[in-house]
């Protein structure tokens, strides 16, 4: 993608604050952190989002989050950590290239990642069942 801010990042033509990098990835510090450390995992290849990600990158990925999320916890001391990944505009995504959020927490943070709670109906429980097939 010529175009894509995250491409050239994660493959170094434009210049981050990098935390690790392999082959496949590179994970740096976001610009806009909702705490100290926030920090994005991005694949080098490009993928717009999750569903576009392929099978060997997404298995991958879980262990080099797994590895950053270590690495932020040993480095600054949080008390825990949202792994958030946003796809498409109406869940927020900004940036069209997959990436992963690491958000490290402390307590009393108020960094506002979360929702409000709403109910499952016994009705909607039922269509879900119906429709969703994994
Ligand atoms: P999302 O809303 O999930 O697409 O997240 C995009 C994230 O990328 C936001 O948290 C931005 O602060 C961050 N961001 C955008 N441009 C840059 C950049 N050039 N370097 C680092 N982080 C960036
Ligand atoms: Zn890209």
């Given at each position: 993608?010529?175009?894509?801010?995250?491409c050239?990042?994660?493959?170094?033509?434009?210049?981050?604050a990098?935390?690790?990098?392999?082959?496949?990835?590179r994970?740096?510090?976001?610009?806009g952190?909702?705490?100290?450390g926030?920090?994005?995992?991005?694949?080098k290849?490009h993928?717009a989002?999750l569903?576009?990600?392929?099978?060997?990158?997404?298995e991958?990925?879980?262990?080099v989050a797994k590895?950053?999320?270590?690495g932020?916890r040993d480095?600054?001391?949080s008390d825990?950590?949202?792994?958030v990944?946003n796809?498409g505009e109406?869940?927020?995504?900004?940036?069209?290239?997959?990436?992963?959020h690491?958000?490290?927490?402390?307590?009393?943070?108020?960094a506002?990642?979360?929702?409000?709670?709403g109910?499952l109906?016994d009705?909607?429980?039922d269509?879900?069942l119906r429709?969703?097939h994994?």
């Amino acid at each position: 993608m010529d175009n894509c801010i995250f491409c050239k990042i994660a493959n170094g033509e434009i210049p981050s604050a990098t935390l690790y990098e392999d082959d496949d990835f590179r994970v740096i510090l976001d610009l806009g952190p909702a705490t100290k450390g926030h920090a994005l995992l991005l694949p080098k290849t490009h993928a717009a989002n999750l569903y576009e990600l392929p099978d060997d990158l997404a298995e991958k990925a879980i262990l080099v989050a797994k590895k950053a999320a270590a690495g932020l916890r040993d480095g600054l001391g949080s008390d825990g950590l949202n792994l958030v990944q946003n796809n498409g505009e109406a869940a927020g995504q900004t940036v069209f290239h997959f990436h992963m959020h690491l958000i490290p927490r402390w307590k009393g943070d108020h960094a506002g990642v979360g929702w409000k709670p709403g109910t499952l109906t016994d009705e909607t429980r039922d269509e879900i069942l119906r429709k969703v097939h994994i």
